[in-house]
């Protein structure tokens, strides 16, 4: 799996990054959206691009919770970067 880039918020207020994170969840749940209603032949196209739209909304909330909450923020970007590095166990 080629890694994706990490976005980086490091200069953006807490509002830009509230932002990115409410972007990042519409998207996911679009994409949720998508998965469900795909025909079978299209079921593991839709199930990744879920997937890495859910990936995004995780690290906008970590990249959220790090600026406006930092002890709490660094836990979660801990775990989002534990989480990118395990293999996939998931099945669609």
């Not at 997937?51 to 836990?75: C, I, N, Y």
């Not at 979660?76 to 590095?85: E, G, H, Y």
Request: charged content about 25%; overall charge positive; glycine content about 2%.
């Amino acid at each position: 799996m080629a890694k994706e880039p990490r976005l980086s918020w490091a200069t953006s207020g807490p509002e830009a990054l509230w932002d990115a994170w409410a972007f990042a969840a519409v998207e996911a749940e679009l994409a949720l959206d998508a998965w469900l209603k795909a025909k079978q032949a299209l079921k593991e196209a839709t199930y990744s691009a879920y997937r890495q739209a859910l990936d995004r909304e995780e690290q906008a909330a970590a990249e959220l919770a790090a600026r406006v909450a930092p002890k709490v923020g660094r836990r979660l970007q801990t775990r989002w970067a534990v989480n990118r590095s395990a293999p996939n166990s998931s099945a669609a």
